[in-house]
């Protein structure tokens, strides 16, 4: 069954907007990454959150952690059309053997 | 320059042919993985390796195999590809230790279409 779900699904912004994008999990977590994918590419691992963590920043990037809610979300500001891609959050499934990722959500940024 | 490489980048073949899709890192890795990708959807695990000699079966079923008989390769066999087996296939590797802990590291992926 799935691990992580991103929300929402498509993201249409402007150049210089933010972007924001959530991601929800089921069970217990040690960690939780993001990966960027960009058109028919690989993966790209953008930020590593550890469950005892509740932000991190890298660049343009901002992660939040709550483990309550069992929720992350990540912040992408003054977004670039370069930014365009897929992202998705991906956390380690309960036998600790494999990353689970969830479907991602699509953003688009237009200039 | 440390990388992960995967051969072809693109595949178009009859059904019933025998295809390996090759995959290569020079990080030293030694955990290493095969996703099946198909548009816009998530990825599912189909192989994994810890080490050489190491292969196991990932969370979704499929009809490939892999071996791992060194470190920096870990090709995927299909003994007679069908068009069920369309989909992007996405090698990574990463550092040993637990899952979640370590970033995994991907190639560019092949796209295979089965006729």
């Known amino acids: 069954s799935q691990q992580g779900e991103e929300d929402p699904q498509a993201l249409s912004i402007q150049e210089g907007e933010n972007a924001t994008m959530n991601c929800s999990y089921k069970t217990s977590i040690n960690n939780l990454q993001w990966y960027r994918q960009n058109s028919g590419r690989g993966l790209v691992h953008l930020i590593l959150?550890?469950?005892?963590?509740r932000e991190k920043h890298s660049g343009r990037l901002r992660v939040t952690l709550d483990t309550s809610k069992k929720s992350s979300s990540l912040l992408i500001t003054a977004s670039r059309a370069a930014d365009t891609a897929s992202y998705f959050c991906a956390t380690a499934n309960q036998a600790g053997t494999a990353l689970i990722f969830g479907k991602g959500t699509t953003l688009s940024v237009s200039s | 320059e440390a990388d992960i490489y995967q051969t072809p980048r693109y595949l178009v073949i009859g059904t019933g042919k025998k295809i390996t899709l090759e995959c290569s890192q020079t990080?030293?890795?030694?955990?290493m993985y095969w996703y099946q990708q198909d548009p816009g959807m998530e990825l599912h695990l189909i192989h994994y390796s810890y080490g050489v000699n190491s292969t196991e079966k990932g969370d979704l079923s499929s009809e490939s195999t892999v071996s791992r008989i060194r470190t920096e390769h870990f090709p995927l066999t299909l003994e007679s590809a069908r068009p069920s087996h369309t989909s992007q296939y996405l090698c990574?590797?990463?550092?040993?230790?637990?899952?979640?802990?370590?970033?995994?590291?991907f190639g560019p992926g092949t796209r295979l279409t089965v006729l």
């Open positions: 959150i550890r469950s005892n963590e």
């Open positions: 990574a590797s990463s550092e040993f230790g637990g899952e979640g802990y370590n970033e995994q590291f």
């Open positions: 990080m030293g890795h030694d955990k």
